[in-house]
């Protein structure tokens, strides 16, 4: 995939987790200093916390904020979005583009939220693009621009890998690598859990957990790693991986992380059914 320069400044309204996470995921690329980075807070402690840690500009007039955007990322939570939305439309100029990260809102009631002048996207980022690392979905609403795409998807070619998928393909995502960092950290509790009942101290059982997770994504990063050979490397035809892994199956956990997936993803589309009739009435 090429790489496309950032237009600064990129925006951040909300200056929540995933703006922050988004934040130091674009300076640790080297490809924004923390001048091309403007957020905006509702709190003033929180302004000061995210100015101190990283040295962006922080401002709470989000109208103020999008003028002269190079990308203007929406990252306030599905409560606030329509009314920041109302705000900072009339301040939007021509060409400008739009990235909304909620789960919950689809492109259909932002585009009509949002002026017609303006590309509209919207992206499923998760946290580890704060270390360089986010694999994130992006969609294209009916009217963008093939600057606004370009744009749009240096921020999180920066932060990791973008990729391009319909709407309905990133509602799925919000329940597999949205929600995936989760599930991937509930299992390595899971794990430290088990090393207790078997009398291990409590510190000694997180280090192993953690390590373990830690070494195995570094294997799994590997270049041409598939699951099916690394599984191979570790499980002696016989020997007590596989008794391990055969109590895994038994017991269900392919069964488990489908329904975490599916009940997230229905939550995810019961939440945009919502806001779609919320979004057809008036204010
Ligand atoms: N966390 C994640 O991993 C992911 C989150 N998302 C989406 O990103 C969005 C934000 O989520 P998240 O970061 O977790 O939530 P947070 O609650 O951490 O962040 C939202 C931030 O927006 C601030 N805010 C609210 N209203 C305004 C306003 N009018 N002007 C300026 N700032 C405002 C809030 O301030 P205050 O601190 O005062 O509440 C808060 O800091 C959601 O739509 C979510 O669906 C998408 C992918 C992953
Ligand atoms: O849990 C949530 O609702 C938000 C959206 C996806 C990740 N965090």
Redesign the pocket.
């Known amino acids: 995939m090429t790489s496309h320069p950032i237009p600064a400044p990129v925006v951040l ?9 988004l934040i130091q995921g674009l300076l640790r690329s080297g490809q924004a200093r923390p001048s091309d980075l403007r957020v ?4 003033p402690e ?1 302004g000061e916390e995210l100015r101190s840690r990283h040295g962006v500009q922080v401002l ?1 007039d ?1 109208a103020q904020a999008v003028r002269g955007a190079g990308v203007v990322l ?5 409560a ?2 329509r ?2 939305m109302a ?1 900072i439309s009339p301040a939007l100029a021509p060409g400008q583009t739009v990235v ?6 689809r492109l259909e009631q932002l585009e009509a939220a949002l002026p017609s002048h303006v590309s509209v996207f919207r ?5 580890p693009v704060r270390v360089g690392s986010g694999v994130t979905p992006l969609t294209a609403g009916t009217r963008v621009t093939e600057a606004a795409k370009r744009a749009t998807e240096s921020v999180f070619a920066a932060t990791g890998q973008p990729l391009w998928m319909s709407e309905e393909a990133l509602t799925v995502c ?1 329940g597999v690598s ?1 929600t995936g ?1 989760a599930y991937v950290f509930r299992f390595v509790e899971a794990l430290a859990q088990a090393a207790m009942a078997h009398g291990m101290d409590a510190a000694e059982a997180a280090e192993l957990a953690r390590g373990t997770l830690i070494g195995a994504a570094k294997l799994l990063a590997e270049p041409a790693a598939t699951t099916p050979r690394l599984i191979a490397e570790i499980a002696t035809p016989g020997g007590i991986t596989m008794a391990g892994l055969e109590a895994l199956e038994a017991n269900g956990l392919p069964r488990v992380v489908g329904e975490a997936v599916t009940v997230a993803i229905q939550r995810t589309r019961e939440r945009a059914d919502a806001n779609a009739v919320a979004y057809s009435t008036p204010k």
């Open positions: 309204l909300g200056g929540g987790k995933i703006a922050e996470a905006t807070v509702r709190r929180r709470v989000n929406l990252a306030v939570r599905q606030q979005l009314d920041l705000v909304s990260l909620s789960a919950d809102v992206a499923m980022p998760h946290t919000t949205c960092p």
